[in-house]
């Protein structure tokens, strides 16, 4: 096989296999609950060695993987034996400010950090997610949730163009002006997720300016949690949409780095003055005093906000984590199933996370992208972490599904960025699966359409994939 590896390194591409030294360190992703081994991994630099990469796993019908950021839940990047091909080396970066408005050439293998510093070093800033390590590649294919979205949507809102490998190893520049199929494809990578209809390369995104910003952080004790969520749930989606807001809930006697309780907490982030920040949040404040009495508030720059929600992060670890789409607020029983789920923990690390919506999340409508979600007032996730040990560690993954499926009646679908495999039943092919409902609504007929005109042999094809439509009996579709 070496001699066919030569084949790649001969166009450039840097080919990592199990015999080099760097191997362990090159095929290891952000989720350690998983071990893959595979064959070897194709760091590519430029849309042509990707489109080679993509070539040479056709020509030799060798099973593969496209990889950016590492940060798949289900490490859905990764296989055993097959290639990996990597785009994390394509970092370009260039601002171009036009009269059209201002915008961001980001390669594919930028992440969500880098795309922050180069941003704000710019004087504007970009709606994606919190975790620094991140690639943009994956958050932006999914959606792209962050402390900005209720001001300027996901992410993938904010996408002007895409280069794409398709899975004809052709390259190309989509928009929503091109002609068909490669419009329906543009339609289809904002929100179909990542590895299901090419390789992408490239993006540009539009810019935002924002005259100052304000950060705030609450804390409660772990008793308060009903009173807060009663409150949250009905305020957060609906108050002023320059405002996006956290909410987190954590195991009894959770302390942070300094000893201080971190049960309950909420952090936001508001564009606009610390004084009109604490005018939206005084009623908040007053129905539910936090711990020290008023929140933490403070002025910062765009990459210090990125930093403060970075705080949030952490190194790699195991985890199994699920998340699901709240339509409705959640009725009274079921706060209570919350608060018990909570109660029996596994592991200090487990945790309820959760973000508001509306405002320009909600302005699209749900056919608009391929993200179908659109008219959910909050997101949930449902986090098992735990340090490694096997036996806590599957504890920890049962317990993160079944507070999804306790809540399973009061919420509606999930975010195909928090990828579960638990979502498929078994046996079942994929296109009669829970999941392409669950992930993508009433856009699923759109999207597996979409799939048979560009990638009919289905090249793009992996757990949880989005499956072509099927063959009539003499072959065609
Ligand atoms: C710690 C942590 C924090 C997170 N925080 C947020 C958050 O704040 N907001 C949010 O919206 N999401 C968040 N996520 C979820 C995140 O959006 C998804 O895990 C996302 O898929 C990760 O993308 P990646 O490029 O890092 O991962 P990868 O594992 O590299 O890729 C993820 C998927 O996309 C595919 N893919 C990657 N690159 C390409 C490409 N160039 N072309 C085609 N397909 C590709 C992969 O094959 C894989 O299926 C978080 C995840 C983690 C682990």
């Given at each position: ?18 015999s ?10 952000y ?14 630099e ?110 993938l ?21 091109s ?35 304000t ?30 807001c ?143 040990d ?34 498929s ?26 799939k ?26």
């Amino acid at each position: 096989m070496s001699s066919a590896w030569s084949q790649l390194e001969d166009v450039g591409i840097t080919v990592v296999t199990k015999s080099d030294a760097e191997y362990g360190k090159a095929r290891r992703n952000y989720n350690t609950r998983f071990s893959r081994y595979p064959a070897a991994i194709a760091f590519c630099e430029n849309a042509e060695q990707v489109s080679a990469a993509l070539m040479f796993t056709r020509k030799n019908q060798m099973p593969f993987r496209v990889r950016s950021g590492r940060h798949s839940y289900e490490e859905l990047s990764l296989m055993d034996d097959g290639l990996i091909i990597d785009v994390s080396k394509l970092k370009q970066f260039k601002v171009n400010q036009t009269e059209q408005g201002n915008y961001a050439v980001v390669g594919a293998g930028m992440r969500q950090d880098e795309v922050y510093q180069h941003v704000s070093a710019e004087g504007f800033v970009f709606p994606a997610g919190t975790a620094p390590s991140v690639g943009v590649s994956g958050v932006a294919q999914g959606g792209g949730i962050g402390m900005l979205s209720r001001a300027f949507g996901l992410t993938l809102d904010n996408i002007v163009s895409i280069q794409l490998v398709k899975p004809s190893g052709a390259i190309a520049v989509l928009t929503a002006d091109s002609p068909v199929p490669d419009k329906e494809l543009f339609w289809a990578l904002r929100g179909g997720g990542g590895g299901n209809f090419g390789i992408v390369t490239a993006y540009t995104f539009k810019l935002h300016q924002v005259p100052e910003l304000t950060v705030y952080e609450m804390r409660w004790k772990y008793d308060q949690f009903i009173d807060v969520m009663r409150y949250w749930q009905q305020w957060a989606p609906d108050t002023d949409r320059n405002l996006t807001c956290q909410l987190t809930f954590e195991p009894r006697d959770t302390l942070d780095e300094n000893g201080k309780p971190r049960e309950v907490h909420s952090e936001g982030l508001f564009i606009g003055s610390p004084e009109a920040l604490a005018n939206l949040l005084e009623p908040w404040v007053e129905t539910v005093p936090p711990l020290d009495g008023y929140p933490l508030m403070e002025r910062k720059s765009f990459h210090e906000t990125t930093e403060f929600f970075a705080a949030f992060d952490s190194a790699p670890h195991p985890f199994k984590t699920t998340g699901a789409f709240v339509y409705d607020n959640l009725p009274e029983e079921s706060l209570k199933t919350i608060v018990d789920r909570l109660d029996n923990a596994p592991s200090k690390q487990c945790a309820l996370w959760m973000q508001s919506f509306g405002g320009a999340f909600a302005d699209p409508a749900p056919e608009d992208t391929a993200f179908f979600h659109r008219k959910a007032r909050f997101i949930q996730e449902y986090v098992g972490a735990w340090t490694p040990d096997t036996l806590l560690g599957m504890k920890c993954a049962r317990w993160a599904e079944g507070f999804r499926s306790a809540l399973a009646e009061y919420t509606r679908g999930t975010y195909v960025n928090f990828i579960d495999l638990s979502l498929s039943t078994p046996g079942k092919e994929k296109a009669q699966q829970p999941y392409l409902e669950l992930y993508y609504g009433g856009n699923v007929q759109r999207l597996r359409e979409i799939k048979t005109q560009v990638d009919p042999d289905n090249v793009f094809d992996f757990p949880q994939s989005i499956p072509p439509l099927p063959r009539e009996p003499d072959g065609s579709r």
